[in-house]
């Protein structure tokens, strides 16, 4: 309507506001950026934890060798003797992203590492990940939502938890891919484009390269689609929305080696096949209700009905044969773990140790969402009025991935953005709520509220003044865009909406309310900066501590790794439990028995057995595995808690459910798990323990440990089957090499000892004890 | 002044040179030095044929006595000897800076040793044998009595000199001449761990053997050792090729023993000249590596129809594996002929167990399929003979699967899925025209 009125000043405002609303969305992503760079400052311009390496590592490898070597590579330093298909057991999205901004930057004489590019690609990819919010949010609810979302999402510590500098893992692309996916499917929704639909298509084929998390994006697509037929939303738009992303997106998801045949033969992919079917059936009875009379249609009804039931009984129950006859039932493990909660923990011991597929805790979620989890019921009321099929898919997703969240910890990421856009409806609505109320009582008192045109106009002036003043709320932008967008697109709900624009608030509770409404947001910038700078931003590899004596720097881990590429062979081989794998085949280039890519159970179950074995046996395993050292990470001493005695009893379980003589009770007192003077004989006599506390007495006299709080069971004992080659500064990593077996074999040792204590002189028998291998 | 200081140092290194070439090392492992510990050094003049059999092989021989201070078997962390030789069954402690460790160590580095005890054996000697797997009879005044196959000699004696023929059957420990005389044995005897599967007996006593002290009464019990279980002599060759012979008699190395006639009791056979100077001979040229030590060279793999060895192998390649095989022969390396050494294609367990075919002048070669599995997998050659050093070669390569083109492009039995997609495909261009201009 405004648009209508050609007036001057309308036109400025409209222009004023788009350009404004780019400059706020360029701040946004520079804040995206900036936050996250807390990590470099504090630490330095490192790959951080465990995954991001072994993806520094195949870039690396990308940007030597090439894509069609990359996707070739069989990699032997993993996995040994195994090996491990690198380029069809990969999602490549992140390597190829980062290896491809790599070409560019060179090509363009910008000569960054590879690794300063890795370190970056997450907080540029966040700064996608907010305007792709921003796009998504205007599509559900206009810009002003938009831009409040975005803003929120480039801080949301959930995210940022993901995404510093130097985390460089799947999920740092792929969150971006998924909202840009949603994007697109709501615009191909809102406008029936097909060219949006084929755009959707190749998004969805990103995220399918960059993330297990695409079944995510396939299943809630077919959900919604279905809710929108069952609520009797069908329209043609979608149809084009759903139906070319079915086909296009299996088919390219399909050329991703790592997804390859899986995504039309696995559960995960199930739900999108049948809602294709159904939106093809309904696409039918609409078109026959078109073109037959009332009476007929209803004659063609109970025909295709009985029919199709039959048909439909016999699809399902060949359907569900097939399924049930796989033992999972064709659903992966992980993605069983997501429907029954308890499956991990009582079948699949490995996805259960892995402390971020553990279900969060409700602390976890007011630390990663903040006052989100407040915004977001508001959020959700404010997509019911009206309700438009792009608002149901936002309320479809913030409950989904809130079961998720729920399930699994790592998948908070997944809600975060959802939580974002609904706090971002919420705050725009509450906003817009008000500074009407203040607008009309403070202008409306001399013109007539019913002018609507007049109306909005001075809403956007007056949301421009009210921007000037609120520099940390941003948010507000023009109502006329969103207006026209509004128009286009929910003809219907812009009556409500003028209705809606009547409800007036008394000026007082308004200002107080913005005010207010700002200092939550306030407070939530000032949350986001402190988890952003405090507690997300550890790379994990080098670690800090204060105590009163200043700032103590833990650089154990490089320190080790060092150690091993420096003084070992090339083709050495190190074992360890399987989260330092991929770091040390990055770091030290020295090949790995076991990795964080835990594909082999069975291999993982054969370290955690040498682990829970006693030194002979231990030694007859790795020595069979060739390895040559043996490194374990010990936090007893400076009180580091993941340390291996901490993830010992893992070791244990995953290591029995493979080889039946390890048994966990065998290391647990009365059903607890100790250390001291009370540990079973097993325990104290496992390769682990002795490994880890070998000479630690020699510390401070008595062998306390800082992390169990409490002194060690045994504490002078000699390794005859290993040997300690190096230990870190402060005690963090030490490193064992397997003794070559015994150059002679001795007699029966026992009787001449015998003889020799009481023939010969104290000393020789002594010496003689000393060397009993070679 | 720099060039004469710098002459002299050239001289020094010229006449050090010598010395380091014919030192023991991979290349020629023959030993050439040989410290001998004697208790007494009239030994020397006793024990000569032995001496100069060694000697007239081309050993040079450094006797000391046992306590002798000046003993030092390391210089610089050098050893300055190959081998060591101890005739002195009564020293409880070496002169000089040597010990049991130092022995032990001497061994462990790859020197052989020769150690003879005799009765009232010390307990240093009973140590070093100990630790090389060896138990001499506890009792220290034991020796080996046996009242059937004893010495024939002028006066009856107590049986204690035993003509002992059973030998360990290897003509690589033994040389390839049957020693046809019995061997004197004056000594006490001693009993190996059967679970021990690096010490051998080269000399066993016979069935009726026991072993007491012949001044004392047999008491009611059965004596420790009896039978067969008794070695004579035995050899010990350690994980690193180091040889160690144990006797358990000083005498048999003496010209006495070496020059008396033999007669086995209740045996007609009478002869010249015990076995004696055969047997220690033949085994002293085992010990001292101058036979029954290989060494494998050259380990090449290539792909069939190609050269070069390859980084890596494609699961289903064919390829052809060789390795060099030679034989010291105590002067030179010659080949080493065997129809038995086998080649493994090894991960986690054999993929492929393949036997070497030989071209008689050393090589062995063969050629297979690599296995239809992909992992890194090692060619793997352990030829563990008697008498023979074992060999233990490894080496790795990794094996690839298929690259994503390397796959067949168009399978005949797929041929109805490729023509069901392109007569879809052009099924849907027609209805596109059809429907688009059919207006």
């Given at each position: 309507m405004a648009t209508q009125e050609t007036s001057q000043s309308a036109t400025f405002c409209h222009a004023f506001g788009n350009v404004l609303s780019f400059a706020v969305l360029l701040l946004i992503g520079v804040m995206a950026f900036s936050i996250r760079l807390f990590s470099v400052i504090k630490y330095e311009s490192v790959i951080h934890e465990f995954d991001p390496y072994f993806n520094y590592r195949v870039t690396q490898f990308l940007t030597k060798s090439g894509v069609y070597d990359f996707w070739n590579w069989f990699d032997d330093r993993t996995w040994y003797p195994l090996g491990r298909v690198i380029g069809g057991t990969v999602y490549p999205g992140l390597t190829l992203t980062a290896g491809t901004l790599w070409r560019i930057l060179n090509s363009m004489n910008i000569p960054l590492s590879v690794e300063t590019v890795c370190v970056f690609t997450a907080p540029v990819f966040s700064a996608f990940a907010s305007w792709a919010t921003y796009l998504l949010t205007k599509e559900i609810k206009g810009a002003g939502a938009g831009l409040t979302a975005a803003a929120l999402l480039a801080m949301v510590p959930s995210y940022i938890s993901r995404s510093v500098a130097g985390s460089y893992d799947n999920e740092a692309v792929a969150i971006f891919a998924l909202i840009f996916t949603f994007y697109l499917y709501i615009k191909t929704l809102n406008t029936g484009s097909l060219f949006y639909a084929t755009l959707n298509a190749i998004a969805y084929f990103y995220m399918v390269c960059s993330w297990g998390g695409y079944t995510f994006i396939i299943n809630l697509i077919p959900m919604h689609v279905l809710l929108c037929i069952v609520t009797g939303r069908y329209s043609p738009r979608l149809y084009i929305a759903y139906a070319p992303l079915v086909v296009l997106g299996t088919l390219l998801a399909a050329l991703v080696p790592v997804v390859g045949f899986n995504a039309v033969m696995t559960s995960e992919h199930f739900a999108s096949f049948l809602v294709f079917i159904i939106i093809h059936v309904v696409a039918l009875v609409y078109y026959i209700k078109g073109i037959l009379s009332p009476?007929?249609?209803?004659?063609?009804?109970?025909?295709?009905?009985?029919?199709?039931?039959?048909?439909?009984?016999?699809?399902?129950?060949?359907?569900?044969?097939?399924?049930?006859?796989?033992?999972?039932?064709?659903?992966?493990?992980?993605?069983?773990?997501?429907?029954?909660?308890?499956?991990?923990?009582?079948?699949?011991?490995?996805?259960?140790?892995?402390?971020?597929?553990?279900?969060?805790?409700?602390?976890?979620?007011?630390?990663?969402?903040?006052?989100?989890?407040?915004?977001?019921?508001?959020?959700?009321?404010?997509?019911?009025?009206?309700?438009?099929?792009?608002?149901?898919?936002?309320?479809?997703?913030?409950?989904?991935?809130?079961?998720?969240?729920?399930?699994?910890?790592?998948?908070?990421?997944?809600?975060?953005?959802?939580?974002?856009?609904?706090?971002?409806?919420?705050?725009?609505?509450?906003?817009?709520?008000?500074?009407?109320?203040?607008?009309?009582?403070?202008?409306?008192?001399?013109?007539?509220?019913?002018?609507?045109?007049?109306?909005?106009?001075?809403?956007?002036?007056?949301?421009?003044?009210?921007?000037?003043?609120?520099?940390?709320?941003?948010?507000?932008?023009?109502?006329?865009?969103?207006?026209?967008?509004?128009?286009?697109?929910?003809?219907?709900?812009?009556?409500?909406?003028?209705?809606?624009?009547?409800?007036?608030?008394?000026?007082?509770?308004?200002?107080?309310?913005?005010?207010?409404?700002?200092?939550?947001?306030?407070?939530?910038?000032?949350?986001?900066?402190?988890?952003?700078?405090?507690?997300?931003s550890a790379p994990s590899i080098v670690l800090t501590s204060r105590s009163h004596d200043g700032l103590h720097v833990f650089d154990d881990f490089r320190e080790a790794y060092a150690w091993l590429s420096h003084n070992t062979e090339v083709d050495d081989k190190v074992a360890s439990w399987w989260d330092y794998g991929y770091q040390t085949t990055a770091m030290a280039n020295r090949t790995v028995i076991v990795d964080n890519n835990t594909w082999n159970n069975t291999h993982i179950a054969t370290v955690g057995t040498a682990m829970s074995s006693p030194e002979k046996a231990a030694w007859d395993i790795f020595n069979s595995l060739d390895v040559k050292y043996v490194l374990v990470v010990f936090g007893g001493f400076v009180g580091y808690p993941s340390d291996d005695i901490n993830k010992f009893l893992w070791m244990v379980r995953i290591g029995g459910g493979v080889f039946p003589h390890i048994k966990e009770p065998d290391y647990l007192r009365d059903g607890q798990y100790r250390i001291d003077s009370q540990a079973t004989p097993t325990m104290l006599n496992c390769l682990m323990y002795k490994l880890s506390y070998f000479r630690f007495v020699e510390t401070d006299g008595r062998g306390f440990d800082r992390v169990r709080n409490t002194e060690i069971g045994k504490k002078h004992f000699k390794l005859t089957h290993f040997e300690e080659v190096f230990t870190t500064h402060h005690w963090m990593v030490r490193i064992y090499k397997l003794k070559s077996p015994r150059n002679r074999i001795r007699g029966k040792t026992k009787k001449s000892k015998l003889k020799s204590g009481t023939s010969i002189s104290s000393k020789r028998s002594g010496t003689r004890k000393k060397n009993p291998w070679q | 002044m720099a060039a004469p200081k710098f002459a002299f140092l050239l001289l020094k290194l010229i006449s050090v040179l010598p010395l380091l070439v014919t030192s023991f090392s991979a290349d020629r492992p023959t030993d050439r030095r040989i410290l001998v510990l004697l208790d007494d050094l009239s030994l020397k003049s006793s024990h000569s044929l032995f001496f100069s059999s060694l000697k007239s092989r081309g050993f040079d021989l450094d006797f000391k006595r046992a306590d002798d201070p000046s003993i030092a078997v390391k210089r610089y962390g050098q050893y300055m000897y190959d081998g060591l030789i101890l005739l002195s069954p009564s020293t409880d402690r070496f002169g000089g800076s040597l010990d049991m460790e130092g022995v032990l160590d001497f061994v462990d580095s790859g020197h052989d040793l020769i150690v003879a005890a005799d009765a009232n054996a010390s307990d240093l000697i009973r140590n070093i044998a100990a630790e090389c797997g060896v138990d001499f009879d506890e009792d220290p005044s034991a020796v080996v009595v046996d009242h059937s196959s004893y010495a024939v000699s002028e006066t009856e004696g107590d049986h204690t000199l035993i003509a002992a023929d059973d030998f360990i059957q290897s003509d690589v420990i033994l040389g390839n001449k049957k020693i046809e005389a019995p061997v004197l044995f004056k000594g006490i005897g001693h009993s190996l761990n059967p679970g021990n599967s690096m010490v051998l007996k080269a000399l066993s006593a016979s069935s009726s053997s026991y072993s007491t002290n012949p001044s004392s009464k047999l008491s009611s019990q059965p004596p420790s050792l009896y039978g067969t279980a008794i070695s004579l002599v035995?050899?010990?060759?350690?994980?690193?090729?180091?040889?160690?012979?144990?006797?358990?008699?000083?005498?048999?190395?003496?010209?006495?023993?070496?020059?008396?006639?033999?007669?086995?009791?209740?045996?007609?056979?009478?002869?010249?000249?015990?076995?004696?100077?055969?047997?220690?001979?033949?085994?002293?040229?085992?010990?001292?590596?101058?036979?029954?030590?290989?060494?494998?060279?050259?380990?090449?793999?290539?792909?069939?129809?190609?050269?070069?060895?390859?980084?890596?192998?494609?699961?289903?390649?064919?390829?052809?594996?060789?390795?060099?095989?030679?034989?010291?022969?105590?002067?030179?390396?010659?080949?080493?002929?065997?129809?038995?050494?086998?080649?493994?294609?090894?991960?986690?367990?054999?993929?492929?167990?393949?036997?070497?075919?030989?071209?008689?002048?050393?090589?062995?070669?063969?050629?297979?399929?690599?296995?239809?599995?992909?992992?890194?997998?090692?060619?793997?050659?352990?030829?563990?003979?008697?008498?023979?050093?074992?060999?233990?070669?490894?080496?790795?390569?990794?094996?690839?699967?298929?690259?994503?083109?390397?796959?067949?492009?168009?399978?005949?039995?797929?041929?109805?899925?490729?023509?069901?997609?392109?007569?879809?495909?052009?099924?849907?261009?027609?209805?596109?025209?059809?429907?688009?201009?059919?207006?």
């Open positions: 009476q007929m249609f209803k004659v063609a009804v109970t025909l295709v009905v009985s029919v199709g039931m039959v048909v439909c009984f016999a699809v399902l129950a060949v359907l569900i044969a097939l399924v049930a006859s796989s033992p999972t039932k064709g659903w992966s493990g992980r993605s069983l773990s997501l429907l029954d909660p308890t499956y991990a923990s009582k079948y699949i011991p490995i996805i259960a140790s892995v402390s971020e597929h553990q279900p969060p805790t409700w602390p976890s979620y007011f630390m990663d969402i903040n006052v989100l989890a407040f915004l977001v019921p508001a959020g959700i009321i404010a997509c019911f009025l009206p309700l438009s099929d792009a608002s149901s898919f936002a309320v479809l997703y913030i409950v989904t991935s809130v079961y998720f969240s729920g399930v699994m910890v790592r998948l908070m990421l997944v809600l975060a953005p959802a939580a974002c856009i609904m706090s971002g409806i919420a705050l725009s609505e509450a906003f817009d709520v008000f500074t009407r109320s203040i607008k009309f009582h403070l202008v409306g008192a001399t013109q007539s509220p019913q002018d609507n045109a007049g109306d909005t106009t001075k809403v956007t002036q007056n949301d421009v003044k009210h921007e000037k003043s609120e520099v940390t709320i941003k948010e507000r932008s023009s109502r006329k865009s969103k207006k026209k967008d509004k128009e286009n697109i929910e003809r219907p709900s812009l009556v409500s909406r003028v209705e809606k624009r009547l409800l007036v608030l008394p000026l007082e509770t308004s200002v107080i309310a913005v005010f207010l409404l700002v200092l939550l947001g306030a407070f939530y910038v000032v949350h986001c900066v402190w988890a952003a700078a405090e507690a997300y | 035995s050899v010990v060759q350690a994980r690193n090729a180091a040889r160690i012979m144990i006797s358990g008699s000083l005498d048999m190395f003496s010209n006495r023993l070496f020059r008396a006639g033999v007669q086995k009791s209740g045996s007609l056979n009478k002869y010249e000249k015990s076995g004696n100077e055969q047997f220690i001979t033949e085994l002293s040229k085992w010990i001292f590596h101058e036979r029954g030590h290989l060494k494998a060279a050259n380990l090449r793999h290539n792909k069939v129809g190609e050269s070069e060895e390859p980084l890596m192998y494609r699961i289903n390649d064919d390829l052809e594996f060789s390795v060099e095989i030679f034989e010291w022969s105590g002067s030179s390396w010659v080949p080493h002929v065997s129809k038995d050494v086998q080649v493994q294609f090894y991960m986690m367990s054999p993929y492929v167990l393949k036997t070497l075919s030989t071209n008689e002048k050393g090589l062995y070669h063969t050629s297979f399929k690599v296995p239809d599995v992909y992992g890194v997998f090692q060619f793997k050659v352990e030829y563990q003979k008697l008498g023979y050093t074992s060999l233990s070669l490894s080496k790795q390569i990794p094996v690839r699967p298929f690259k994503h083109n390397e796959y067949e492009r168009f399978i005949t039995t797929a041929f109805p899925y490729y023509g069901a997609s392109f007569s879809m495909m052009a099924g849907f261009f027609i209805f596109s025209g059809v429907y688009l201009y059919n207006k």
